[in-house]
């Protein structure tokens, strides 16, 4: 009898120790066959497939067991049933448990009791979860939760709300029980009032802003601060790029990742930068005017998230010249030399000589790929303690590859 069970869901057996695994809209579906049993959530699911998905629990079947979201999410939910009383993703619930659960994108029509999460919370929790979309009914219909008899905390809703009595932007009617720390968009609901929450403004609700006026929700280990509306931390940056002084000419790599992020966007002080969408930003820096501020905003279907931004630092390691054949760069020290390699179609002068001996590897200036095509006059100086170990490498020397007649090395 378990492995039927079992089959039905991505893994575990429905016990507080190891609950129901779902990850898929069918194995979601299948909850309702296990009205006081455990579940989690290990992924993402679109309903899509149900065009019209049939709540989850009734008046004479409710849900009674503990359902953790994991802080995914749940999109496309499309209920249309207007003659249906209990109408959510959840109809009616007793004595239960939801939590960590996000709903995007859904659009609900029902009768009486209807919520975008849950119709009716009879004596259940629900905590740390959020919903968009549309919502339609007609009595006891608010964003979230039609009718509350339980508890419900660190919640918000941006559902616009269509109803005829004991409509409210997060709650229809509040029976009994408590709504805490929780919130609902007045401008997007089209509701100033709701049975229990507070209302904000979009712009109070979103970016950093909500840090200030969305008082409880854990900022630091359970919600982002995103370009939009706070998102479960099942969708947090794991990577942040990293500030970095680079001499001009070097080629530079800034780096970011989150989870399941499925797009990227780089910017500089805050403006986009063309073509700049990998995880990866990786240019050669070819001006002062490079130094800046970069950032990333990171995007799947939570929505947006904003990187820390980097700073890059552009030094030009050559104080003297400009690299030209009537200025040339003046080349005194070994770390100068070594910077010969990032400019290597520009003219070089040597004013001093040059101990390599804090090189102890020396790489070759120039390859086949990127050869040396400038001028390096050494002016009559000399380098000491030349030193390179690499018997697997073609192309070696203090210059590893020039070309013809495009570059010339003299006086030295």
């Not at 507070?198 to 601060?225: P, R």
Request: charged share 10%; net charge negative; with cysteine.
């Amino acid at each position: 009898m378990n492995s039927v069970l079992n089959a039905q869901f991505a893994g575990g057996d429905g016990t507080q120790a190891d609950p129901y695994q779902v990850s898929t809209a069918a194995q979601l579906d299948q909850v309702r066959n296990y009205m006081t049993s455990y579940f989690v959530q290990t992924a993402d699911i679109d309903l899509s497939s149900f065009p019209n998905w049939l709540p989850i629990g009734d008046e004479t079947n409710k849900f009674a067991g503990k359902y953790n979201g994991q802080n995914h999410i749940i999109s496309n939910l499309i209920i249309n049933r207007p003659s249906t009383n209990f109408v959510g993703l959840f109809g009616y619930t007793e004595n239960s448990e939801i939590k960590n659960l996000g709903i995007v994108g859904s659009s609900i029509t029902g009768r009486n009791y209807a919520g975008g999460l849950l119709g009716l919370n009879n004596y259940g929790t629900i905590s740390n979860c959020f919903i968009t979309g549309n919502l339609t009914g007609q009595n006891y219909t608010g964003g979230l939760v039609g009718t509350n008899a339980g508890g419900i905390s660190n919640c918000y809703s941006t559902k616009n709300v269509t109803g005829s009595s004991y409509v409210g932007g997060l709650v229809g009617w509040f029976n009994e029980g408590s709504v805490t720390n929780s919130y609902w968009d007045k401008e997007t609901s089209g509701k100033t009032t709701s049975s229990g929450g507070t209302g904000l403004t979009t712009a109070q609700m979103t970016g950093n802003a909500a840090k200030t006026n969305m008082t409880g929700f854990d900022f630091e280990t359970i919600w982002s601060v995103t370009t939009t509306y706070p998102k479960l931390k099942s969708f947090v940056i794991t990577q942040n790029p990293v500030s970095q002084t680079k001499y001009l000419g070097e080629n530079i790599t800034f780096a970011v990742s989150a989870t399941n992020a499925t797009s990227y966007q780089w910017k500089k002080n805050g403006q986009n930068i063309n073509g700049a969408t990998n995880a990866n930003l990786i240019f050669t820096i070819s001006n002062l005017s490079d130094s800046g501020y970069y950032s990333c905003v990171l995007t799947n279907s939570y929505g947006s998230l904003l990187s820390d931004s980097a700073k890059l630092t552009v030094i030009n390691p050559f104080t003297l010249g400009d690299g030209s054949v009537e200025n040339p760069y003046q080349v005194s020290n070994a770390d100068q030399l070594n910077s010969v390699r990032y400019f290597l179609n520009k003219c070089f002068i040597q004013t001093a000589d040059i101990d390599l001996s804090t090189y102890p590897n020396w790489l070759p200036i120039g390859d086949a790929a990127n050869k040396f095509l400038g001028l390096y006059d050494g002016n009559a100086h000399f380098i000491s303690n030349l030193n390179i170990n690499r018997p697997t490498t073609d192309d070696v020397g203090l210059f590893g590859y020039t070309y013809y007649y495009n570059s010339e090395i003299k006086n030295l």
